[in-house]
Structures are given as C-alpha cells and as structure tokens.
C-alpha cells in the first residue's frame, strides 16, 4: 500500500526549516528518503532502518517512529539547491518482499 | 565510477507497437528494479532482477516484462503499447541490502 506523504506542496524563502511526512498503514523494515529535480533521477538521501537511530547528513536529517509507522525528513536552514520533489520509499520485510512503495511526493521550492 | 546509465534517454512509439528499454547497473551492483513514473506520481515498482531472474513484480500486466544478463544490465521490454504507458521508466540498481541508485529514465511517449 502507498504510503501517504505531506505536505503535498511547500514554500519556503532560504534559511527557514521544513518538515516532510511519511506515514504507512503497514508495520515496515525501512523508510528510503529520495529528491528528484525536474527531469533528473532521484538522488538517494539517506535510509531509515526499523529500530534505527535517527540519521543525518550536513541539515537534512530523518526520524523513524515505529509505533506510529511514520517517517519525517528535516530540513534545516534551507537552500535554494533543497528544492526539488521529495518521495520516501517503504520496505515491508516479510518472506520475499523486495520493492519499495513510493508516496506521492512533496513538492519543495526555496526561494531567496 | 559510472553510475546507472539508460537508454535510449527518450522514445516515441505508437499503440500497438513494442519497446525494448535498456540499463546498466553501477559499478558492484547486482540487482536491477524498474519503476514506471507518471507525471506528477512517485515511482511505480515494475519488477525486480537478481541473478538473472524476477525476484519480485509488482501490479503490472503481462506486456511488462524484462531480462538481466550475466553482467547485470538488463532490458525492460513493453508489448502492444497502450497510451497510458507513457511514462518516465526508472531503473535503479542496488547491492544487497544497499540502497538503490536511480539512472536518468528513459521518457516513453505514446502517440
């Protein structure tokens, strides 16, 4: 099943912070954070790891609630280059389950 | 270090006809998934190759279907395209438990 992303759309001017939701209705193994730019391919962010600890990477970070089955991604001080389509990924573990299930997507634009 | 690489980048076709989409895995990687695009969606799992075999699909017809070689590339192939196979085709290619890396896609137009 989809996992359901918001906001669906947001704007910021540069410096000020996001948060990006990620919720599934099914108990998950990982939560995978991607942003696409118009017409490029996604890029890898960062991936969140059933009974993992939250991770980060320069003021983009990420949290995993295992109870609520929901993920948020942090932006921090934000740039003009954090704009872009944000999707998360879900990963059911279980017998020879493999894919990952992407959101709709959260349209980020930072301007200056 | 090249990273996944498709091709053709873009293809027009008409209904009815076939295509035969191509790529290359990163360097050290082993399994190939394909996803389809719509515009303005999230990717959409097609299929998952490993060992030269469908490890998994998801909900998509029969016409879908793909191969992986033994260097790991793989092709993704359509039959009697329809109008609403047009889409940006994703590959992404992955290592064990690693996490997958996309190519640019091939955009897919069906006129």
Partial sequence: QQPVQSPQAVILREGEDAVINCSSSKALYSVHWYRQKHGEAPVFLMILLKGGEQKGHDKISASFNEKKQQSSLYLTASQLSYSGTYFCGTEIRGGSNYKLTFGKGTLLTVNP | ?111
């Fill in chain 2, 1 to 111: 270090d090249a990273g996944v690489t498709q091709s053709p980048t873009h293809l027009i076709k008409t209904r009815g006809q076939q295509v035969t989409l191509r790529c290359s895995p990163k360097s050290g990687h082993d399994t190939v998934s394909w996803y389809q695009q719509a515009l303005g969606q999230g990717p959409q799992f097609i299929f998952q190759y490993y060992e030269e075999e469908e490890r998994q699909r998801g909900n998509f017809p029969d016409r879908f279907s793909g191969h992986q070689f033994p260097n790991y590339s793989s092709e993704l192939n359509v039959n009697a395209l329809l109008l609403g196979d047009s889409a940006l085709y994703l590959c992404a290619s992955s290592l064990a438990d690693q996490p997958q890396h996309f190519g640019d896609g091939t955009r897919l137009s069906i006129l």
